[in-house]
């Protein structure tokens, strides 16, 4: 069964609203998650590693005051789209590892901006 | 130079025929090795973790390692078009925690 899940699996926002979604890992707790966008036919692109009771990681060209990261729990790391626009509109995925080096994703959420 | 590669594709295989999709990378040291398979608008999911040299078989699947010449390979045997999906490759350098992964290969099954 799932490992990850995230919440919403979708959602359409006005351009210039923000928009959390939310990634918890279940039965384990994850003290690094990572946060992934891709674009339609793309391959994934790590946005940045999030920390449990630290600042996230982002990787380059990654705006980290436009995507904010929480990670308050041992269980539940949240991004925060800030100001979103329609280029924003992508797959966003979160991944945990459990236990060893295998690395789970959760099932994505479709961010779609107008 | 990528630090993993993989064929784009599309690999088109037959429905019944031994699909066989390649990678390589470029960090010597990378110790832990695996394929995820992504049906499209979905996210990834693991099928294939390896570690040692030589061959690792799960149902019909097997992976395949060679450190010497820095790759990886899998293997599905008796392919299905429910096989039909984008496999990635991805290897964690040095058994910490930052996975990097191949921009995989688009495999179709024809029936």
């Known amino acids: 069964g799932a490992v990850v899940s995230q919440h919403p699996s979708w959602v359409i926002c006005k351009s210039g609203t923000s928009v959390k979604i939310e990634c918890r890992s279940l039965?384990?707790?994850?003290?690094?998650m990572f946060w992934y966008r891709q674009f339609p036919k793309q391959s994934l692109m790590l946005m940045a590693t999030s920390n449990e009771g630290s600042k996230a990681t982002y990787e380059q060209g990654v705006e980290k005051d436009k995507f904010l990261i929480n990670h308050a729990s041992l269980t539940l790391s949240t991004l925060t789209v800030t100001s979103a626009h329609p280029e924003d509109s992508s797959f966003y995925i979160c991944?945990?590892?459990?236990?060893?080096?295998?690395?789970?994703f959760g099932p994505g959420t479709r961010l779609t901006v107008l | 130079q990528k630090e993993v590669e993989q064929n784009s594709g599309p690999l088109s295989v037959p429905e019944g025929a031994i699909a066989s999709l390649n990678c390589t990378y470029s960090d010597r040291v990378s110790q832990s090795f695996f394929w995820y398979r992504q049906y499209s608008g979905k996210s990834p999911e693991l099928i294939m973790s390896?570690?040692?040299?030589g061959d690792k078989e799960d149902g019909r699947f097997t992976a395949q390692l060679n450190k010497a010449s820095q790759y990886v390979s899998l293997l599905i045997r008796d392919s299905q078009p429910s096989d039909s999906a984008t496999y990635l490759c991805a290897v964690n350098p040095t058994g910490g925690f930052k996975t990097i992964f191949g921009a995989g290969t688009r495999l179709f099954v024809k029936a």
């Open positions: 390896i570690y040692s040299n």
């Open positions: 039965d384990f707790q994850a003290t690094t």
């Open positions: 991944s945990a590892f459990r236990g060893g080096d295998e690395q789970f």
